[in-house]
């Protein structure tokens, strides 16, 4: 299975962008990259996704190197609220058609005022 | 919509009794998991279903089994609890199709501590 690798914590000051990177040098070519979050404790909660090309959506862009070996989650700007651990996780196929996400430790990140 | 919901929040077992966790969700969603967390590890699979009266074995089945009599519910049962399973439990909910069809959505959790 396709293991990612993330830093174990970051800082960010509020209103500045956060960069958070992933690599996944083991990803097959139908893999997909997605972001999850975890805020003190809660269940996780979908950011983006994406297989090769940068995605947008109204949390966070992705951007993914052309050789897909690894990845940057980007929040625009900052907000205390964001403070949480980021989870860049592979999906993986297995048992027919069913897929399954596979989970590493995250980063935890910090927002400072 | 209350999205996906767990009871109980908090529970305390001694070595050997049994309990199960509720996940309920209100989204129409298929497929639904069961995972596990604990420090130092990320999310585990324990269990999933694909569909009503469904069921398959995740990452780390043992110890667990679980039923979908109900599209909308998703139990998991311990049958003998261990310390080992001294837990956080998410139960998530994702559609097979559409335009949600990456996104699981998860419940706020159960905490279970095995004495």
């Known amino acids: 299975d396709a293991k990612t690798t993330q830093p174990t914590s970051m800082d960010c000051a509020e209103g500045r962008a956060a960069n958070l990177p992933c690599n996944h040098s083991?990803?097959?070519?139908?893999?997909?990259v997605y972001w999850y979050r975890q805020i003190h404790s809660q269940g996780p909660q979908y950011i983006i996704h994406g297989l090769k090309n940068n995605e947008t959506n109204e949390m966070a862009s992705l951007i993914i190197t052309e050789d897909r070996k690894s990845s940057t989650l980007i929040l625009p700007h900052a907000t205390l609220r964001d403070t949480a651990v980021y989870y860049c996780i592979v999906r993986v196929a297995f048992s027919g058609n069913n897929r399954k996400l596979i989970w590493g430790l995250g980063t935890s990140l910090a927002v400072n005022p | 919509n209350a999205g996906v919901t767990q009871t109980p929040k908090f529970r305390v077992l001694k070595t050997g009794q049994s309990m199960t966790l509720l996940c309920a969700q209100d989204?129409?969603?298929?497929?639904m998991y069961w995972y596990r967390q604990d420090p130092g590890m990320g999310l585990r699979l324990i269990h999933y279903?694909?569909?009503?009266?469904?069921?398959a074995k995740g990452e780390v089945p043992d110890g667990y089994n679980v039923s979908r009599l109900k599209k909308q519910n998703f139990l998991l049962g311990l049958e003998s609890a261990a310390p080992s399973q001294t837990s956080v439990y998410f139960c998530?909910?994702?559609?097979?199709?559409?335009?949600?069809?990456?996104?699981?959505?998860f419940g706020p959790g159960t905490r279970l501590t095995v004495l």
């Open positions: 998530a909910s994702s559609p097979p199709s559409g335009s949600n069809f990456h996104e699981q959505f």
């Open positions: 279903s694909v569909g009503e009266g469904t069921t």
């Open positions: 083991t990803i097959s070519g139908n893999e997909y």
């Open positions: 989204m129409n969603h298929e497929y």
